[in-house]
């Protein structure tokens, strides 16, 4: 496995340390930049400070273009938002000639998000991501929610595992495996993909939900269901971060829901070792930079010298996993 490009922390004397290490990639903090809000960073020039993030994840990548599915793409919840955006994107070609290069000046770990509707697009993708020296990692998005063949992988254990087993055997680069929210059990998609070979996995993506815009009777969004992110989600992203950390020993990347320190407090003591931020970007440009400096706050006041010395230490009330 090659070396991937690395962030550098440097803490102050007697300033806790924010550093984390993810399969390998060294990330300055564990704040990283969740894939579909913030698009291939371009988009987000101007409304958000990217550098203020740990690493960046970028949306999902097929290896030919798509247009994606009909508008409106976005509806707003009580506490969230619906998307249903079916994965445009410009394809594997047009991602490098036009989103990498721009992705390179960020001076932080990129890892490239993919999708794809057969083994062989996934294995295809992964082989042209080994020759950019700038990739840090693949993700392999089998859990969206809007596109039905990256589902068929999520939900069940042996196509999970062909998968990862078929992108282990040519990847040179680390491998990630988001995981969907949408299965009776979480952890055997989790252990199917531990076992094929995965480095990392990233838990969770977006429930499935629905809107009605009861004076039209239409769904509010293009289609009739789309993905849920935001607060909404966020108690039961936590939860299935700590059924994986658990139940794997793989690093779990948390994401769903986070906008405040607090939240991503809840996910790294739950046993994620990393967290992903996307939703939030969109009513507070400045989450990253927030979360950040409220990781370091919450660090000192506790007198911990690091972030990993909370990482996993949640301190459970008798054996129920629920209440």
Not at 3 to 14: I, K
Not at 210 to 233: F, N
Not at 251 to 257: K, L
Request: glycine share 10%.
């Amino acid at each position: 496995m090659r070396e991937p490009v690395v962030a550098r922390d440097h803490p102050a004397a007697g300033h806790p340390s924010l550093a984390v290490e993810v399969a390998g990639i060294r990330f300055a903090h564990p704040v990283l930049a969740a894939p579909g809000v913030l698009g291939f960073g371009r988009e987000a020039q101007g409304v958000t400070d990217l550098r203020a993030f740990g690493g960046f994840i970028t949306k999902s990548i097929t290896l030919e273009a798509q247009i994606g599915n009909p508008v409106p793409h976005m509806a707003k919840t009580d506490a969230g938002y619906l998307n249903s955006l079916g994965l445009p994107n410009p394809g594997l070609a047009g991602f490098l000639t036009r989103e990498m290069p721009f992705l390179r000046t960020l001076g932080i770990p990129i890892i490239v998000s993919a999708a794809g509707h057969t083994v062989g697009e996934f294995v295809a993708i992964t082989e042209w991501l080994n020759d950019e020296p700038d990739v840090a990692a693949i993700e392999l998005n089998v859990s969206c929610p809007n596109v039905e063949a990256g589902l068929t992988f999520g939900v069940d254990p042996g196509l999970t595992r062909d998968l990862v087993s078929a992108v282990r055997r040519v990847a040179r680069l680390p491998v990630w495996v988001k995981l969907t929210p949408n299965v009776t059990d979480i952890t055997v998609i989790a252990r199917a993909a531990e076992e094929a070979g995965a480095d990392a996995l990233s838990v969770t993506n977006t429930l499935v939900g629905m809107a009605v815009d009861v004076r039209t009777r239409r769904s509010k969004l293009g289609t009739a269901a789309g993905g849920l992110s935001g607060p909404a989600i966020r108690p039961v992203a936590v939860y299935l971060a700590w059924r994986v950390a658990s139940a794997s020993r793989l690093p779990v990347v948390g994401t769903g829901g986070i906008a405040t320190a607090e939240d991503a407090l809840e996910f790294l003591i739950a046993g994620a070792r990393a967290v992903a931020v996307g939703t939030a970007v969109i009513d507070n440009p400045r989450a990253a930079d927030e979360i950040r400096s409220g990781l370091a706050a919450y660090l000192q006041a506790e007198h911990l010298d690091s972030v990993r010395d909370i990482i996993g230490t949640l301190r459970e009330r008798g054996r129920e996993e629920q209440g």
